[in-house]
């Protein structure tokens, strides 16, 4: 049972927008910042977005994180069958003083 | 370019334990960490430590607090996780990741991941 709480699975049509939530409490989401990492199938995860919303050199601005109390979203738009992966959140947790991640969201692209 | 290559895959029994190392090139190995994140087969990441590759200092799950030792060498910009007393639901791609500092959960980039598998 993951301490951040991500839907299991969401699918949408190429060229559409997604948004996978991600939810946790006041002594993590609610007090530190989130990231976002990207697992394609079969290799390692990548760093998506960090810092809530902001996206390392190299990818695309059709990726964005947002974070509104103790809520985390990551939206993806112009949806290509590339992808298709497994989505994860995290962030720091003030009480259990590790890092902790929900427990993933695997995009369909229909 | 930033890159962490990892060990190879590994076969432990139960009570053995097991080192990964992880190889860093493409940038200063001391002005930054390394954080070690675990999946077992199906399941999501789990996040295991950090360690300061400038002072060694470390930062260890409390989960895995006593069965874990993160090291790194300067020398060769290496870093290693040995876990202890290995058991069954240890079995997991083990990744490392550079990450600035303790709490960041800026994994980037991942190494390609090394697979233990835990079995009699």
């Known amino acids: 049972q993951s301490v951040l709480t991500q839907p299991p699975s969401v699918s949408a049509a190429p060229g559409q927008k997604v948004t996978i939530s991600c939810s946790g409490s006041s002594s993590n989401i609610g007090n530190n910042y989130v990231s976002w990492y990207q697992q394609l199938p079969g290799t390692a995860p990548k760093l998506l977005i960090y810092?809530?919303?902001k996206r390392p050199s190299g990818i695309p601005d059709r990726f964005s994180g947002s974070k509104s109390g103790t809520s985390a979203t990551l939206g993806i738009t112009g949806l290509q069958t590339g992808d298709e992966a497994d989505y994860y959140c995290g962030t720091w947790d003030s009480s259990l003083s590790v890092w902790v991640f929900g427990g993933g969201t695997k995009l369909t692209v229909l | 370019q930033v890159q962490l290559v990892q060990s190879g895959a590994e076969v432990k029994k139960p009570g053995a334990s097991v080192k990964v190392s992880c190889k860093a090139s493409?940038?200063?190995?001391?002005?930054?960490?390394i954080s070690w994140v675990r999946q077992a087969p199906g399941q999501g990441l789990e996040w295991m430590g950090w360690?300061?590759?400038?002072?060694?200092?470390?930062n260890y799950a409390q989960k895995l607090q006593g069965r874990v030792t993160m090291t790194t060498d300067t020398s060769t910009s290496t870093a290693y996780m040995e876990l202890r007393s290995l058991r069954s639901d240890d079995t997991a791609v083990y990744y490392c990741a550079r990450d600035p500092y303790y709490g960041s959960g800026l994994f980037d980039p991942w190494g390609q991941g090394t697979l233990v598998t835990v079995s009699s």
């Open positions: 810092e809530n919303n």
């Open positions: 360690i300061s590759a400038y002072n060694g200092n470390t």
């Open positions: 493409g940038y200063t190995f001391t002005s930054y960490g």
